[in-house]
């Protein structure tokens, strides 16, 4: 294993994640609600009365996170190598996956190991083992 | 639910600082992501400290949520409670990784990238909204699914 050296940003990510961290932490001590990205947008397939509104509210202000950002400094690079036919089954595995194993990076990475939770432990060593997995197969199998 | 209002504006702020943190982060960057996943390749770690950092908050904000019965505004806590690592969660998770390893993106970065206005993450979302509602329609083929 080599590290890239120049990519990684120890204090970036540190500072960064305890930012992710504090939104989580505002969610549950206020709403009662876990910050779990794919839950909040699946539930907004499943409507219930009442459980709407703060879900299309928290979307919103993810999608206006860059324009904020904006305002004070230029976006960091956002660099994406997929392309079209691979976004699309990207994004479909994600979605089915997500809502079947009821969370993603936030809801078990972040939300469920700070809940100290067995199944979101189990979760986030799956999803990691199966990305970690598929990109060596994409960038290191069949001779690639 | 009462100060219904107070809840969305909440909801509204706690998803503009998760993305400002997701863009501090370096994690709306889908290179990035994958040069964390490309444990054969370059590894860049910092994801890893993305989640480090997260969790450090996250402890302590769930440590007093766990010994709360209701919110700081008065309501009741919404606290998953299953425990069983079922085969339904590790199948997910299984596919949920796949999708994550092909392009990088998780639900929460693809939000900001949407928010950035890059095409790419409309394809992306569309399709992840989509995976949703196929699940969705699985569910309400068998008995009414729970919920987290």
Redesign the interface.
Known sequence: MTIDWPSFTPGAAMAGGAVVGLAAAMLVLVNGRIAGISGIVGGLLRPKQGDTAWRIAFVLGMLAAPVAWMLAAPLPAIRIQANWAELALAGLLVGIGTRLGSGCTSGHGVCGLSRLSPRSLAATVVFMVAGFATVFVLRHGFGA | ?RN?T???????????????????????????V??F??????????????????????????G???RRT????G??????T????DR?????????????????????P?????????T?AV??????????????LRSARRAPAA??
Request: net charge negative; glycine share 14%.
């Open positions: 639910m219904r107070a809840h969305d504006l909440l909801a509204f702020a706690s998803g503009l600082v998760f993305g400002l943190g997701l863009l501090a982060a370096g994690m709306a960057d889908p290179a990035k994958l040069g996943l490309d444990l054969a390749g370059a590894w860049d770690p910092s994801l890893a400290f993305v989640m480090a950092g997260a969790i450090a908050v996250g402890l302590v904000a769930f007093i949520a766990r209701t919110t700081l505004l309501d009741a806590m919404h606290l998953p299953g425990r069983d690592v339904r969660l590790v199948v997910g998770s299984l596919v949920f990784g796949a999708g994550w390893g092909i392009a990088g993106i998780c639900p929460g693809a939000l900001v990238v949407l928010g950035a206005g890059r790419e394809v992306f979302v569309l399709a992840m909204v989509a995976g949703m509602w196929l699940f969705e919920a987290a």
